[in-house]
């Protein structure tokens, strides 16, 4: 009998690992496929303090672009871009090797909070290698964000597995500072501030009691340093709140979580959209439904699953509510950008974990279970097949590559704006200096055509 089970744990993890490679591989041949050594859009801007050369690394690490810092992303390319000759295809291969980290710590979360890893968890590769987040690696990539906070908040949540107490509020309160400056990982230290301030409510003992309100107190000064010297810096010139339709932030919400799905239906065809809204509004249920069930558990026992699905799940809706505000000008439209994408994988995990707690608290009804589960790993597998819907996938990777060949022989940025019918940067002039200085130094794609 225990060969039987150990054959079968055997074939689990066998099944696993080999979905979790192919998907692995499938996302490095797409960055190798599609990704331009190109500085493109906002990365003339965030690339600034490196065009200057002269800089500290707090100055890195706390740079601001738009509402966000730059963070740990902002200190990891100042050591790559010099490195590689400012080669971008080197971040975006980093990019996916941090989404590949974080993936691994989920498992690694997994088998600590429901035990044995099964071959149903391949719902958690299928979750973060997802193509739809796309623009992470051959749009604008900025490791500061998408990848570096996933891995932030992901290790987070490995943190709060910890049994060791001290040792786990030290931890949150180091992770802590860096998410508030990475990205958007600052809304992922919300969520830990008010786990701390539960965990010493209702600690048992007099020593973890003062560890968790010294991790408390230094976690909200984290948070509140973050403010110093900040400009508000709204990411669109359109910016205005609240605006004079207040529904449409929850439909924006709706919407942005349901692409994560897969589900980004032109808005120009009636009937889909009310198909695509059923959809996504009942996805985005689910997601409220898990979070709110995991407060109650965690008022009622403080469990550690419960705590880990609270911290993820909250995480993906305070990013999708700020998110609506911010963005809500530019029209619905703007809620399937691929970018958010990577943002709504801690609350898709979120939702993965709550099923496999459903289950352990169902034991009676394991055939809804079952059901619920194998409805999931559907819905996860067809997203895919949307990825290939998109025209945003060849939009980027022809107009960029179409741009620098146009550029190497013209040397004209507004002429191979038009000729290409695509921009790296909506105002030309303002990277005359920048482009001369790649080429005078052979940087970036001027070093590849000088081979």
Known sequence: MFQLREANQSLHLLTLTVVFLALFFRLIWFVDRYAVNVIFWDQWDFLTQLFKGQTTLWQLFS?????PRQGLGGLIQAVVYPLTDWNVRVEAFIAAGFVAVSCV????IKRKLFGLLHWSDIAI?????????????IGTSNLAHGPVPLFLITLSAWVLTLHNQPLRAMSLVVLVFLSTYTGFALFAAIPVIIILFIFSWKSKTVKNKWFNIGALILSMAAFGSFFFHYQHAPATDCFQFPLEHPLEYVWFSVFQFGSAWGAFIPLNFPFLLQLFKLYAVGLFLILLASIAFSSFLIIKNQEVKSLVIFYLGSFTLLFIVFTSVGRLCLGLEAAFSSRYVTYAIPGILAMYFMILLFGKLVKTRKWLHIT????FLFLLIIK?????FSNGINWYSEGKR???????ENHCIGGCDKLANFKIYPDSNAIVNKLDYLERNKLSFFKESSK
């Open 402 to 408: 179409n741009w620098v060949n146009c550029y190497l």
């Open 372 to 375: 619920i589960l194998y409805g």
């Open 125 to 137: 590769p299928l979750v973060f290698f997802t193509l739809l987040q796309f623009e992470a690696f």
């Open 384 to 388: 895919e097949a949307n990825v290939f």
């Open 105 to 108: 710590l989920a498992m690694l």
């Open 63 to 67: 740079w601001q672009h738009g509402p």
